[in-house]
């Protein structure tokens, strides 16, 4: 069976919360993390948690708050997480969307972190 690491979970319940899982949120990145995610359009990846979080915060709406998060598959290899994922909410176009997001981890932080969506 593959255990994933509390920082991971926490992410997860973090982003379920909405705006008050900011703080939690913000204290599992390490300060000089990377985001590459698809929400923005950036194409260069967030770098420094406060970049990061300012990123979290830009692609929320009020209407995100009731967001279901179900995880599916998780593998660990060494200090690399992927998760697979499911979100439900109004504020996503047919209320659901999936993806997957992996992790880099280090020292209990997470260093690098990358989204990528399911083509639907």
């Known amino acids: 069976m ?13 982003m379920q919360a909405g705006p008050s899982g900011a703080e939690l949120l913000g204290s ?7 985001y590459d995610e698809p929400f923005s359009g950036q194409a260069e990846p ?14 929320r709406t009020d209407d995100f708050d009731d967001a279901v998060i179900n ?5 660990v290899s060494a ?3 992927t998760v697979k994922w499911t979100c439900y909410s109004k504020a996503i176009p047919g209320g659901s969307g999936s993806g997957t997001n992996v992790f880099q981890l280090e020292d209990g932080k997470i260093i690098s972190l990358t ?3 399911d083509q639907m």
């Open 115 to 117: 989204t990528t969506l």
């Open 79 to 81: 200090g690399t997480i």
């Open 71 to 75: 995880l599916g598959a998780v593998e």
């Open 2 to 14: 593959t255990r994933m690491p509390l920082e991971i979970t926490n992410f997860f319940l973090a």
């Open 46 to 59: 967030h770098r420094g948690r406060d970049a990061i979080l300012a990123a979290f915060a830009g692609s």
């Open 28 to 34: 599992l990145f390490a300060p000089d993390a990377t």
